[in-house]
């Protein structure tokens, strides 16, 4: 059985989400299985986490891959604080009023980069809608501090959408991180339900204006299958995301992390995430990770490997 850690336990919800009625929790398939965090590597990534007082989204949305990447030291660091702005209603996140920006948090990001070694880093973040700027300074800022402190290691970003912040996208891309990941998370007709505060369209929009500024960055997004979708919805959806010239597609199951979130609809099997997979190749993609347990930032490092070779070739 998959182990979905609830990390807000104990704090207050969102009126948003504490208020919502509760949904079935369905049993899980056999083969959504994952092993209990108790490894030696997992401890110690956890100890760097915490002495360099950072947030990783591996907790805080409760990943059911935790303990596999932690025990290799590879954490997805949540940058802006903890709390989000938004009630998406699939994501764990806490939401609410954040507070102000930590001016040492990416000083720290890097430090943490160095002592865990990672040769590919992923840093992502809450929705910020109070900042001026969506937090995009705070993602350039980072980014800089990683080259600085560890020259060698790749980036990837995963940002909010910006919505309605003119100039952020341009200055998290100015800042050359070597992915930009921005997820659409599901198909269009899911949005007011799943994910109220996005638009469907400014998301395609800001990863079609990273290839605007700089055709040679590579593009990633991602959705979640099991929210009750259409197998022809999501064919449609990988159609716009190569009209907007995005190089890797993740495709994964949504696990409900509580029951005010919203309801798995229906657990898609193996075979299935495999089939959307070859016709994801099919339709021009240079990377596709596709399977029950696929995330954005699982197996990360490997993946910028293999879209590299692949532009190569």
Known sequence: MTVVLDQTAGRPRHPEKAHRPDTPLLRKPDWIRVKAPV???YVATRAIVRENSLHTVCEEAGCPNIGECWEKKHATFMILGDTCTRACA????KTGLPGPLDP????????AT????LAHVVITSVDRDDLDDGGAGHFAATIRAIRARCPGTTIEVLTPDFLRKDGAVEQVVAARPDVFNHNLETVPSHYLTVRPGARYFVSLRLLQR???????????SGIMVGLGEERNEVLQVMDDLRSAGVDFLTVGQYLQPTRKHHAVMRFVPPEEFEAL???AFAKGFLMVSSSPLTRSSHHAGEDFARLKAARGA
């Open 39 to 41: 490894s030696k590597g």
């Open 90 to 93: 699939f994501c764990n996140v």
């Open 104 to 111: 040492h948090e990416s000083a720290h990001v890097a430090e």
């Open 114 to 117: 160095a002592k865990l070694g």
């Open 210 to 220: 990273v290839k605007e500024i700089d055709p040679k960055m590579f593009t990633k």
């Open 277 to 279: 997979k070859s016709i």
